[in-house]
């Protein structure tokens, strides 16, 4: 088995553990904001089914003074309100945003280079 195939197996592995934990996210927490009445509109723009679900999780795991700044900027519409929804999320809630988040983003970019070096001869 070459090095690529082993690097992509193990990539896939996260990717899987990264969808697994977009689902229960997404049942567990996500649902309950969304029937809240005051976090219902603070999740932020859904350009696809389910996208609320990444804008959550973006909110909960990225550092404060990050999602302040998105939060201020014009495109401000787009991103969910952080401060609200650490007010209506528990401490368990924001762990498991912010595993799903990174696993999901490291997984997701660690692919697109694998791909990439490969197509590109270098693996």
Known sequence: MSLFSQLLGINAIFVLLGLVLYVVFGQVTVRRLRKNPATKKALGLEFASGWDVINAAQALSLP????????????????????????????????????????????????????????????
């Not at 809630?93 to 988040?101: E, G, Q, T, W």
Request: proline fraction near 2%; aromatic fraction near 10%.
């Open 64 to 123: 404060r003074r990050l999602t302040k700044k998105l939060e201020s900027s014009p495109l401000s519409a787009m991103y969910a309100d952080s401060n609200l929804l650490r007010q209506n999320t528990t401490f368990v809630d924001r762990i498991i945003a912010a595993v799903f988040y990174w696993v999901f983003i490291l997984s997701s970019l660690s692919m697109i280079v694998l791909v990439s070096l490969n197509g590109l001869g270098i693996i």
